[in-house]
């Protein structure tokens, strides 16, 4: 698979598994500089928190220190509704986000991209977004205002929400495949 970034050079090779969620279980690099000579490991995963979203940390090795001692980790700023890692043409470990910004038609190919790379604990929020996203959208196609637009999702997502044993990722998914 190959695909290239709107707007940069960079293209997605694979998209790494949503399963890189704790130092633990973190991709890990083992060979990358530091500085101008010295070598260490590097280890990446994304960080879910369901208040924020999902955010990229990053820490390495210190090779100055005797024993794999771990530095202090770096993280990015959280994507609201999903992330996930891919390797770029370099083999370099990069990240995408969905936020709110995001237009339905944008956000139904960021999920058809990156999806399988989201954590199974950012998989909810990220499928609710896309499919309010889709309804707003095709409220605005068929003419209605987008403040009236933005009410009537407000409102069927509510309602959906408020039916007892009512799943809405599962309500979602149902919508999804009958619009395809």
Not at 82 to 94: N, P, R, T, Y
Not at 105 to 134: H, N, Q, S, T, Y
Request: aromatic fraction near 10%; proline fraction near 5%.
């Amino acid at each position: 698979m190959s695909y290239t970034i709107k707007g940069t050079d960079c293209q997605v090779i694979e998209v790494l598994p949503g399963q890189h969620v704790s130092p633990e279980t973190a991709y890990v690099v083992e060979d990358y500089p530091y500085g101008f000579r010295l070598r260490c490991k590097m280890r990446y995963w994304l960080d879910c928190n369901p208040k924020h979203g999902v955010r990229l940390v990053s820490q390495t090795t210190n090779p100055k220190r005797t024993g794999e001692v771990w530095n202090k980790p770096k993280a990015s700023t959280y994507a609201r509704f999903g992330g996930a890692m891919f390797l770029d043409q370099e083999g370099h470990v990069k990240w995408s986000g969905l936020s709110e910004y995001s237009d339905g038609a944008e956000c139904a190919e960021w999920r058809a991209l990156f999806g399988a790379g989201v954590p199974d604990r950012a998989r909810g929020a990220m499928d609710r977004w896309c499919d309010a996203k889709a309804r707003y959208q095709a409220k605005l196609d068929a003419g209605t205002d987008w403040r009236v637009a933005g009410r009537e999702v407000a409102v069927e997502i509510a309602r959906e929400a408020s039916q007892p044993g009512k799943d809405p990722v599962e309500a979602a998914a149902i919508r999804a495949a009958k619009a395809a």
